[in-house]
């Protein structure tokens, strides 16, 4: 198997300029092979995609905002949240991991203390 030929600057702004001309594959392959041509522009066309990795977002931005609003000055639980904005196919795990990654919500147990007496409302 033989290395790969590299084109240099010159020859890839020569074929990109060509190709916008219309002119085919193999018209272009003068002095490089026509897979040398072709794997270069194959290469090119996949350098500018966007791919991405990993399983979608359950939850969009506009339901992680109202998420955050929901949970914001607030003493629910992540399941009434849920039932709150319907959110029929967003997890309640889901939503309490979105809760603890978001820097501006801090979810803490209730400190317990004791009812009011008459004394005290007085």
Same mark, same amino acid.
């Given at each position: 198997?033989?290395?790969?030929?590299?084109?240099?600057?010159?020859?890839?702004?020569?074929?990109?300029?060509?190709?916008?001309?219309?002119?085919?594959?193999?018209?272009?392959?003068?002095?490089? +092979?026509?897979?040398? %041509? *072709?794997?270069? =522009?194959?290469?090119?066309?996949?350098?500018?995609?966007?791919?991405? #990795?990993? @399983? /979608?977002?359950?939850?969009?931005?506009?339901?992680?905002?109202?998420?955050?609003?929901?949970?914001?000055?607030?003493?629910?639980?992540?399941?009434?949240?849920?039932?709150?904005?319907?959110?029929?196919?967003? +997890?309640?795990?889901? %939503? *309490?991991?979105? =809760?603890?990654?978001?820097?501006?919500?801090?979810?803490?147990?209730? #400190?317990? @203390? /004791?009812?009011?007496?008459?004394?005290?409302?007085?």
């Amino acid at each position: 198997m033989s290395k790969r030929k590299y084109l240099n600057e010159r020859q890839k702004g020569i074929i990109n300029y060509m190709i916008k001309e219309g002119h085919s594959q193999s018209k272009i392959a003068v002095t490089k +092979s026509r897979k040398c %041509i *072709q794997t270069y =522009l194959n290469n090119r066309s996949s350098k500018k995609l966007n791919n991405k #990795i990993g @399983c /979608p977002k359950t939850l969009s931005p506009s339901n992680r905002q109202l998420l955050l609003r929901e949970a914001s000055n607030s003493c629910l639980s992540a399941s009434s949240i849920k039932s709150n904005c319907s959110f029929n196919d967003v +997890s309640t795990r889901t %939503i *309490q991991r979105e =809760l603890c990654s978001s820097p501006n919500i801090q979810r803490r147990v209730m #400190i317990k @203390c /004791p009812n009011l007496t008459k004394l005290h409302i007085e």
